[in-house]
């Protein structure tokens, strides 16, 4: 894209200061995924964002225990029913609630600290920054809007899936303000993710009076925890992630639950995991064993569609004075749906920084403002 083509949508007078004023607001609004009152409560506060810009607000009542979603559709001369740009993100966090107390949201030198700034609180609200100077500034968007905000992205989106779908299969394009590459380079694929969870069954005894008698369900789960991790190779991954076992430290253990998380490149390789995955069997006599497949999020490979909507992103990017780059990436998100489906995806295109699940989560201010404009640039010049 020349200058001759530039789009009054790249020089929108973005604040720095109201972007962090409002990403403060959704910060301090802890949302972890399995407090559905306080993912709701996150809802509620951008739903309110969302409605102040003139965005046709529903809730869409959640499900499997979690906080329901907020669809927000803005009025276009084409109608709803017209095939637009769906912008797709999660505001549920890892963090569970009293995590600020920990790292408050502050700004630190040149990034901002607090639980979700990064993933993907940050992205999140640039997208409605974008559509709020869009609107402030009179500038139409070719396609119509819709956001769809969803509470369970984190733990692999198990009751939205389908609501995401569905949504996409109406959409033009879709686009995802999960965090940037670190060099800014944006995400057109992702790699096959599968879940797993594991419960091995023995038999309780007194662990003073009669421990022989008994058969441990921690002891054959801890033997299987190293089995699994070898099984991970350039093909296949396999992380052992959350373990629960017994009640009573006086009680040889009955059951012990384990979660797996399994990630590959390429559909094949995924498939070969799963199967190696469920062919485990225990070892230790009289201790049953059941593996349970779970969420699983399809390998997404770009395709014609998805590089022209990224050629189209990086002609903004480029007018801008910066260039990005594109990958596939590890770590999935529900673009894995929609990029798999063979609607055009974008993702990553929300704010730089590190620490994603960690308490040195972060955002780099210097990328709130070029962000906000690259996405108020795709809004208003797709077509």
Sequence with gaps: MDDAARHPALD???DEAAIVARLRAWV?????????????????LAARDLALLGARIERIPGRMGFAGCVRARFPHPAGEAAPGILVLAHLDTVHPVGTLAA??????????RGPGVFDMKGGTCLAVEAMAELRRAGLPTHLPVTFLLTPD?????????????AEAARARCVLVPEPARADGGVVTGRYAIARFNLRTTGRPSHAGATLSEGRSAIREMCRLVPQIDAMTGEDCTFSAGVIRGGQWVNCVSTTCDLEVLSMAKRQADLDAGVERMLALRSATPDVGLEVRRGVTRPVWEPDAGTM????????????????IGHQSAGGGSDGNFT?????PTLDGLGVQG???HTLDEHLVLSSLVPRARLLAGLFASLS
Excluded: K, Q
Excluded at 28 to 44: I, K, N, Q, W, Y
Excluded at 308 to 323: C, I, K, N, S, V
Excluded at 339 to 343: L, N
């Design 12 to 14: 929108l007078p973005f």
């Design 28 to 44: 301090e609004c802890e949302s972890p995924t399995f407090d559905a009152a306080a993912v709701e409560r996150m809802m509620d």
């Design 103 to 112: 790292m408050p949201f502050r700004r630190d030198g040149a990034v901002l």
């Design 153 to 165: 992205e984190e733990v692999g989106s198990p009751s939205t899936r389908d609501l995401i779908e």
């Design 308 to 323: 022209a909507l990224y050629a189209h992103a990086r002609g903004l990017a480029r007018a801008m004075g910066f260039d």
């Design 339 to 343: 990029g798999a489906m063979g609607i």
């Design 354 to 356: 590190a620490g994603a």
